[in-house]
T-cell receptor
Framework: DTGVSQNPRHKITKRGQNVTFRCDPI?????LYWYRQTLGQGPEFLTY????????KSRLLSDRFSAERPKGSFSTLEIQRTEQGDSAMYLC????????????????FGPGTRLTVL | GQNIDQPTEMTATEGAIVQINCTYQ??????LFWYQQHAGEAPTFLSY????GLEEKGRFSSFLSRSKGYSYLLLKELQMKDSASYLC????????FGKGTRLHILP
């Protein structure tokens, strides 16, 4: 257990439905990341936050995907009008990035939410 | 753009040593990470290299050559629990992962 939690752990939905996932990072971590992972692939970057600010969003991410981190603590990832191609494991990670720090940005991953779109 | 290459699968014997190579091409470079991921679980951090050379941490060591765009992860005294995927990743604020190398350990 890394201290990062995600809910739900599994989600099965029908094509066209909206889904929302939640991530609770390690409490003192200011950075929060979302990734998507499919079988046999490495995690694919989706977006990340520093505190409540969304600093970058992957160009591969369609407008159906939106993420928020309203108070700089937990984050939600919403997928609207789900498609079968959205089926994947959605991973959240958090890290502590000190101002001006030169140390590595070690990310701690949560257990993931496995989405199946029927 | 960024491109990361590592072998898809490797097999080694319990107690032996294995080296997993990673080559990368990036528009900018901040550092290189290695993560371990057991089947059905989340990745866990193994190492981070930002300068050239070898970083040793117990049975695991990681090497980086920035001029060659090359890294390797060295696992010694292999144990059955080391059977997992090993992910090479580059970046800092945003990390780009390779597809991972599935390592099979034979008794």
């Amino acid at each position: 257990d890394t201290g990062v939690s995600q809910n739900p752990r599994h989600k099965i939905t029908k094509r066209g439905q909206n889904v929302t996932f939640r991530c609770d990072p390690i409490s003192e971590h200011n950075r929060l990341y979302w990734y998507r992972q499919t079988l046999g692939q490495g995690p694919e970057f989706l977006t990340y936050f520093q505190n409540e600010a969304q600093l970058e969003k992957s160009r591969l991410l369609s407008d159906r995907f939106s993420a928020e981190r309203p108070k700089g603590s937990f984050s939600t990832l919403e997928i609207q009008r789900t498609e079968q191609g959205d089926s994947a494991m959605y991973l959240c990670a958090s890290s502590l990035r000190a101002s001006g720090g030169v140390l590595g940005n070690e990310q701690f991953f949560g257990p993931g939410t496995r989405l199946t779109v029927l | 753009g960024q491109n990361i290459d590592q072998p898809t699968e490797m097999t080694a014997t319990e107690g032996a040593i294995v080296q997993i190579n990673c080559t990368y091409q990036t528009s900018g470079f901040n550092g290189l990470f290695w993560y371990q991921q057991h089947a059905g679980e989340a990745p866990t951090f193994l190492s981070y290299n930002v300068l050239d050379g070898l970083e040793e941490k117990g049975r695991f060591s990681s090497f980086l050559s920035r001029s060659k765009g090359y890294s390797y992860l060295l696992l010694k005294e292999l144990q059955m629990k080391d059977s997992a995927s090993y992910l090479c990743a580059v970046g800092d604020d945003k990390i780009i992962f390779g597809k991972g190398t599935r390592l099979h350990i034979l008794p």
